[in-house]
């Protein structure tokens, strides 16, 4: 399986930039596709769908969310933080079956 | 606008059976493969199953092989989870959520439904 490793915790200041990294253990990418998804979830909420092939926003989703990165690192940036985006965030990929999540990133306020 | 709803949790013995049903509405149920994705207490995501749009196909995590079963019925627009031979190791919040086979991201969730297996 794909295992994929994210920082369990991430603090940062309203208004600074938040940088959530994401790394798999083999490459996610086929040619130029990266198969590599984030997703954020709040307390007692269902995930929601942020960003798909790396860079790319889900419908609804705000421009300061934006992602990066290909093969084996990959990255989700909020510029600005705000505070309703203090929650958990998900890295999940699917190169390869079983598709797998990393284990979570939790944005705090400092 | 997608929903999905689900339902059918609850506390259940070790060794004894669950079935959940999830509700879709707002989109053409058929075109999509459909999933199930859980989360323990406190832990993080994980794909259970999934099964293609006319359920001709079915795919399961190593773990769950043999004892849980997935299936649909497009006319009802629902999905379903057969579990068996539940494990404490299966206690968590269960999610109904769209799928596809071209490496696409799961995009709309259900709200989850709670599976404690506990004696």
């Known amino acids: 399986d794909i295992v994929l490793t994210q920082s369990p915790v991430l603090a940062v200041s309203l208004g600074q930039r938040a940088t959530i990294s994401c790394r798999a253990s083999?490459?996610?990418?086929?040619?130029?596709?990266?198969?590599m998804h984030w997703y954020q979830q709040k307390p007692g909420q269902q995930p929601k769908l942020l960003m798909y092939?790396?860079?790319n926003l889900a419908s609804g989703i705000p421009a300061r969310f934006s992602g990066s990165g290909s093969g084996t690192d990959f990255t989700l940036t909020i510029d600005p933080v705000q505070a309703d985006d203090i929650a958990a965030y998900y890295c999940q990929q699917s190169r390869e079956s079983p598709r797998t999540f990393g284990g979570g990133t939790k944005l705090e306020l400092k | 606008e997608v929903q999905l709803v689900e339902s059918g949790g609850g506390l259940v013995q070790p060794g004894r059976s669950l079935k959940l049903s999830c509700a879709a509405s707002?989109?053409?149920?058929?075109?999509?493969?459909m999933a199930w994705v859980r989360q323990a207490p406190t832990k993080g995501l994980e794909w259970v199953a999934s099964?293609?749009?006319?359920?001709?196909?079915?795919y399961y995590r190593d773990s769950v092989k043999g004892r849980f079963s997935i299936s649909r019925d497009n006319a009802k627009s629902s999905l379903y989870l057969q579990m068996d031979s539940l494990r404490s190791e299966d206690t968590a919040t269960y999610y109904c959520t769209t799928d596809r086979d071209d490496g696409t991201p799961f995009a709309y969730w259900g709200q989850g439904t709670l599976v404690t297996v506990s004696s």
């Open positions: 707002g989109f053409t149920f058929s075109d999509y493969y």
């Open positions: 092939r790396a860079s």
């Open positions: 083999q490459s996610v990418s086929i040619s130029s596709i990266n198969l």
């Open positions: 099964i293609s749009y006319d359920g001709g196909s079915t």
